[in-house]
Structure formats: C-alpha cells, structure tokens
C-alpha cells in the first residue's frame, strides 16, 4: 500500500513539473473550460489601481458564455475584487455605481486561429499600498487570475 501512494505522488508529481500539465499563471479558465482570461495591465496612479483583463480562446466553435451580469451593488465586492495576500481591494466607486461593467459576456469565435480574443474587460479598484507590487484578480466564473504585476505611474 505504501509503495502505490508513493508510486501515485511520484507520477503526479512529475506531471505536475511537465510543462504540457503544469497550471499556467498567466491564462485562468473560465466556468467552460474553453475560455481564458489573460491579464492584460494594471497600473496604480493617484490612488486607483486600473486592470486590464482580455479574454481568449484556443476552441474552434466557441459559442461564448455569460461570465456575469447585473451583480447588485451591495454584493459586488464579494464577487469581483482584488486580493494581496489577506487585504482585498473593492471596486472604485463613482457617481452610485462602480467603475466596472455592469455584465460580461464573451462572443462566439469560430476560427480562434485566426484571432483569439473573445472578450476585453476593464474596471478601476481602490489602490493597494505602494509596498504592494501584485494582485490576484477574482470574479465569477472565472479561476483567479494573476498574480499581476502593477506597474506605478
């Protein structure tokens, strides 16, 4: 018995180090599993932390899908947020709303050889401490995305 649960962490460990199974930093997978998001920039000046986030595919045939929409104002930061470790960063507010989209949905693409990208997302949140030089970015039905590195202006 020992000797296959060795055997067992032995092989997942290897397929965990070898590039075609390891977990990719940089493309967070959506609720379909044929999606990704792919972070983009984020740039902290005066106070506001601005993230860039683009969607894409590799799935010929990708018929989209609604990552959210219409999420009410007193449950957004419990749904889209930025996090460093045990601080989260909610979402700017202004004018009564956040500065965010009210839904995103990725469109179809049938030839993501040709162009990959199926969707673009923006949004400004509170600024991190300038000690603070990365972000993980959390919304729904998306795996976390980042970290991202922010860059200073």
């Known amino acids: 018995m020992k000797l296959r649960n060795t055997l067992s962490l032995l092989l997942l460990t290897t397929l965990a180090s070898t590039p075609a199974f390891a977990l990719n930093a940089e493309r967070a997978p959506t609720a379909s599993g044929h999606a990704y998001a792919e972070p983009y920039k984020a740039v902290r000046k005066e106070g506001v932390l601005h993230i860039e986030v683009r969607f894409v595919t590799d799935y010929p045939g990708y018929s989209g899908e609604i990552i959210y929409e219409d999420i009410p104002l ?39 050889d040709k162009n990959p990208r199926v969707g ?22 998306v795996a976390p995305i980042g970290p991202i590195v922010i860059r200073d202006r």
């Open 120 to 141: 673009t997302w923006k949004a400004d949140f509170v600024a991190p401490m300038h000690d603070v030089n990365e972000v993980m970015l959390f919304m729904p039905n």
């Open 74 to 112: 007193d449950r957004i930061d419990g749904q889209i947020y930025a996090e460093f470790g045990d601080q989260s960063f909610s979402l700017l507010r202004e004018d009564g709303g956040v500065v965010a989209p009210d839904n995103l949905r990725l469109s179809f693409n049938y030839e993501p």
